[in-house]
């Protein structure tokens, strides 16, 4: 077995003694070709890798400003709306305070129209109107300077008359809101709640009878009757949903208490 | 117009002058209308008796109502060897003349009228011995309002205190300056103090945490009636006392609360949807609130319903102006609002009347701010600056007499109390 083993060793190591010089060179070319392509593959990918990543970067900076400048189109968006908003209730707020100058500025008008009509010169000339009864405003006016003063029963007796008077004045409601508010003062609460309904079945369409509404539920919840007073908690959010009325019911129907 | 005018005003001040006139006549003193009567306090004998005079003079003086007329060392050495006074005091102007002695129980009070030279007026009061320093001193205050009561027909505010911020804490001072303490203790950062009615709680905030704190002042016990996340300041009591309403935000503004004394849930009264809504205080009769709100982007007062309905603005607001008005405090008699309008040194104290909305600058001589009312709707506390620091005054809204009721370092949101129960 030994013998054998050694002859064959032999054999194979004779075998490779026995290529010749050129078949090793040309060996050696091949190998150089191999390892020259190899390198410029690797060349190649690398630089494609290199590409890849600088164009990668590239992308990511883009992002990156784009996503900055986004946050501060965002803030720039947020701040422009918190403004807008503050605006807004600044313009609401000198509109309200337009109104009541204006509403002061028609009951004056008013009064003024109301003045007696100067003794005419010839006698007999009746061609110019009678004097009538005061206008909504300076009804409306007058009755808000006696509620102001604590006459309630005076205040009323104002404001019923515009509201008899004028009833599609746009004073009419909250001249309503007034005279539920003489019978609060009075601690005639019934009355109150049943002028606070009146409101709100005569001027649906009113900011006022929001107000209302929410009046007779605070009162129902102070009576003991939370269920009565949820349903009309309910009836503001649905059919008053911008109201201020409608942010405190909402709260409240989340709260029950 | 000139002189259809002055018959107007002549027919208005008639009945005005009758009143005046009428308003001394508790005891059947008359003055001349107009004029404050003249009023002598007398010496007496006793332990404390001079200090009792001097506390009596002082509390009238403060009153505004009566010219407390000093006594000349002639005078008095006249009185005290027994002449017959009537005709000092006659030629002093007093129209009445008052003696209070100490007695083993308490005070023993004798008004007399010059005019008739007659005795007007006998009372003992009780009061604690003068070794129960704060007491006593109450006893005596509350002589001198019911003595004012008696002379002018209205009742002193002697009897009363003022609350305040001082160093992180709530502090005590009566009404004449006198017996000032701390009352808040604890770790916390007090203020915004607020009386309760009767006079034997008070309110605060509390930062770090907030909270909102009720102090029983007889026992020293507190109770967290509301607190969490967000601000938690300016309470103030209803007129019944049976709610506190505050002032809570948390990220989007500030808005009112109310909440049972007794505890119980907050429920939001103000809409304020993202400014914010502080200071609130209540007219009289308890059916309006007053507050200040930033919804028009700058400071202003407004008036609502106590349940939040019916908003309206009370202060002028003009287009393009950026005006700070802040700190209302409705009067006693429900016909003002006394609040501070301008920041930092421009700060005055301003009245805006409820029915014509006509406004009264009360201040002028430095910066002037957080008006609070004493009881009698006459007097009014509040912080300024004139003296060099940030101290407390009294102003006379009538006269425009000012005193200064605190010294030493600088206070805060002063709070007067309502008339104070007898202990």
């Given at each position: 077995m030994r013998p054998?083993?050694?002859?064959?060793?032999?054999?194979?190591?004779?075998s490779g003694c026995l290529a010749s010089k050129g078949d090793v060179a040309l060996l050696q070319s091949e190998l150089h070709g191999i390892r020259d392509a190899n390198q410029q593959a690797d060349a190649t990918q690398r630089a494609r890798v290199d590409l890849l990543v600088s164009m990668i970067q590239r992308s990511l900076d883009s992002v990156r400003v784009v996503s900055q400048r986004l946050a501060?189109?965002?803030?720039?968006?947020q701040n422009d709306h918190y403004e807008m908003g503050r605006q807004i209730l600044t313009i609401q707020e000198l509109t309200g305070q337009s109104q009541r100058r204006i509403q002061e500025l028609r009951a004056s008008l008013e009064e003024r129209n109301q003045q007696p009509a100067p003794v005419p010169a010839v006698p007999g000339d009746t061609t110019r109107p009678a004097p009538g009864g005061p206008g909504p405003a300076q009804l409306f006016q007058s009755s808000l300077d006696q509620l102001r003063r604590g006459s309630t029963t005076v205040a009323r007796s104002g404001f019923e008359e515009l509201v008899r008077n004028y009833p599609t004045s746009d004073d009419a409601p909250e001249a309503m809101i007034y005279i539920a508010a003489t019978y609060a003062a009075e601690r005639n609460q019934a009355a109150a709640d049943s002028v606070y309904g009146l409101v709100v079945q005569k001027y649906p369409s009113s900011p006022k009878a929001a107000t209302a509404l929410y009046k007779r539920a605070s009162s129902l919840r102070t009576a003991g009757q939370p269920a009565a007073a949820r349903g009309l908690l309910d009836r503001i959010v649905k059919e008053y949903p911008r109201s201020d009325e409608a942010a405190l019911a909402r709260e409240q129907l989340r709260n029950p208490r | 117009m000139i002189r259809r005018a002055l018959l107007a005003l002549a027919v208005l001040a008639a009945p005005l002058s009758?009143?005046?006139?009428?308003?001394g006549v508790r005891i059947g003193l008359t003055y001349d209308a107009g004029t404050r009567p003249g009023v002598v306090v007398l010496p007496s004998r006793g332990v404390g008796a001079d200090s009792l005079r001097a506390i009596l003079q002082r509390d009238l003086g403060f009153g505004d109502r009566v010219n407390v007329i000093d006594l000349d060392a002639a005078a008095a050495d006249a009185i005290n060897r027994g002449a017959n006074s009537w005709p000092i005091l006659a030629r002093l102007g007093a129209a009445a003349s008052v003696q209070v002695t100490p007695t083993p129980t308490g005070l023993h009070l004798a008004v007399y009228d010059v005019a008739k030279q007659v005795t007007a007026l006998v009372r003992d009061f009780p009061a604690p011995p003068m070794t129960d320093a704060r007491?006593?001193?109450?006893?005596?205050h509350g002589l001198?309002?019911?003595?004012?009561?008696?002379?002018?027909?209205?009742r002193g505010v002697a009897r009363t205190r003022v609350l305040f911020e001082r160093n992180k804490r709530i502090w005590l001072v009566d009404s004449d300056g006198e017996q000032i303490v701390a009352?808040?203790?604890?770790t916390g950062i007090h203020g915004s103090p607020a009386w309760h009615p009767g006079g034997s709680m008070i309110a605060y905030s509390s930062i770090n945490p907030w909270q909102i704190v009720v102090q029983d002042l007889v026992s020293g016990g507190t109770r967290t009636i509301a607190g969490g996340t967000g601000v938690f300041i300016s309470p103030?009591?209803?007129?019944?006392?049976a709610s506190i309403v505050y002032a809570h935000g948390v990220d989007d503004g500030v808005d009112i609360f109310t909440i049972p004394t007794a505890g119980g849930t907050g429920r939001r009264l103000s809409v304020g949807r993202g400014s914010d809504n502080t200071s609130p205080t209540f007219s009289p009769?308890?059916?309006?609130?007053a507050f200040m709100s930033g919804r028009a982007g700058h400071p202003e007062i407004y008036t609502m319903d106590a349940d939040g309905t019916n908003v309206d603005l009370l202060t002028p607001l003009e287009f393009g102006e950026n005006a700070y008005r802040a700190s209302p405090d409705w009067s006693p008699d429900g016909r003002v609002v006394a609040f501070r309008s301008g920041n930092g040194s421009l700060a005055q104290v301003l009245t805006i009347n409820l029915r014509d909305r006509s406004l009264k600058q009360l201040t002028s001589e430095g910066a002037n701010e957080d008006p609070s009312w004493a009881p009698d709707g006459r007097h009014l506390v509040f912080v300024s600056s004139r003296s060099g620091s940030k101290q407390l005054w009294v102003l006379d809204t009538e006269t425009g007499r000012t005193r200064q009721l605190t010294r030493g370092a600088a206070v805060r949101n002063p709070a007067w109390s309502p008339r104070l129960p007898q202990n």
């Open positions: 054998a083993v050694v002859a064959l060793l032999a054999a194979f190591l004779l501060k189109l965002q803030g720039d968006v | 009758a009143q005046d006139t009428t308003r007491g006593w001193r109450a006893a005596v001198a309002d019911e003595l004012e009561e008696s002379l002018t027909g209205t009352v808040s203790g604890g103030v009591f209803t007129p019944d006392g009769d308890g059916r309006r609130i």
